[in-house]
């Protein structure tokens, strides 16, 4: 049995799920959700979440309480099982997973994941598993049309809201300045002929306001609020090239992009520190341009 931990918003909740379905896939045994998360009251500095998987077609098990209680083992035969190399349920941290898939265990996966190290050898399954489910609204349909007739459409992603309002969420992941998006659309309109970009973005005034104006072919996306975000993620989804921000949401619309000529420019500074970004060559796909 495969447990993973769901937890955070729709990109981080897609990237627990991917690592847990690639790692039933691999030890062919079921894979469990654990939903727990979402019925607890959230903490001060964390921003409510609700469950959002149920957008796509996903095989899973949600994980019951006797399932999880097997994790919480710290009996004396348990650690000694477990230092001779028995199979044994491992509780496993992010940080501490080099070895997960040594023998055949029952596992809890507790992290975010965030690279496709984790599920690469499974893109297919997981990529056909992340298809939507669900029909766009009426402006969502009009702009993917937009999309479609455009010479070369490009997505930006400005990702806002508790990255600025939140001086905790702030302070640990940063955001995207404007000198990133200008590089990044400059890098583009040197290598693409007619691109128009179509701007995503949790902000839609600030974007309006303070982004639009310094450039051109470009418009705002409007409406996908709340209840719809996710549509914002398929129509990113939908365009020839991505522009991303440090946000999962924009990392997983590009992974979903099936142009095979797709240009991918993420950010070099994902996190605020430059010890968060160390990692950065794990959490970016082979291919895809950091700036």
């Known amino acids: 049995m495969i447990i993973s931990k769901i937890q955070g918003g729709l990109g981080n909740q897609m990237f627990q799920y991917a690592i847990g379905r690639a790692y039933a896939e691999k030890l062919k ?13 959230f903490e001060k500095n964390i921003t409510p979440r609700e469950f959002e998987l149920d957008l796509f077609n996903l095989k899973y098990i949600v994980a019951e309480e006797s399932d999880l209680s097997k994790f919480h083992n710290r009996s004396y035969w348990y650690r000694l099982k477990r230092k001779l190399g028995m199979n044994v349920p491992i509780h496993y941290r992010e940080g501490n997973d080099s070895n997960i898939l040594k023998g055949k265990k029952d596992i809890y996966l507790d992290g ?15 990529n056909a598993d992340f298809q939507f489910k669900k029909e766009l609204n009426r402006k969502s349909e ?11 459409s490009v997505s930006i992603h400005l990702r806002r809201g508790d990255y600025v309002s939140s001086t905790v969420t702030n302070a640990y992941h940063g955001v995207c300045d404007i000198e990133y998006y200008k590089k990044a659309v ?28 310094m ?11 709340g209840d719809d975000s996710w549509q914002d993620m398929h129509l ?7 522009i991303i921000a440090n946000s999962s949401f924009s990392w997983w619309a590009a992974w979903l992009n099936n142009n ?3 240009v991918v ?21 082979a291919g895809w341009i950091l700036y």
């Open 29 to 41: 045994t079921n894979l469990c959700l654990d939903l727990s998360f979402y019925s607890q009251p």
């Open 112 to 126: 975010y994941w965030q690279s496709e190290s984790f599920f690469k050898d499974f893109s297919d399954i997981i």
């Open 142 to 152: 009009d702009i993917a049309a937009k999309i479609k007739s455009k010479g070369t």
């Open 186 to 213: 400059g890098y583009l309109k040197d290598r693409i002929s007619d691109p128009y970009f179509f701007v995503f973005s949790d902000d839609v005034d600030w974007a309006r306001a303070k982004f639009l104006p």
């Open 215 to 225: 450039f051109d072919n470009m418009e705002v996306v409007q409406g996908n609020e």
């Open 236 to 242: 990113m989804s939908m365009c020839h090239h991505n």
């Open 260 to 262: 095979r000529d797709k």
């Open 265 to 285: 420019i993420a950010p070099q500074n994902w996190f605020a520190t430059a010890e968060l970004n160390k990692d950065i060559h794990q959490r970016i796909p």
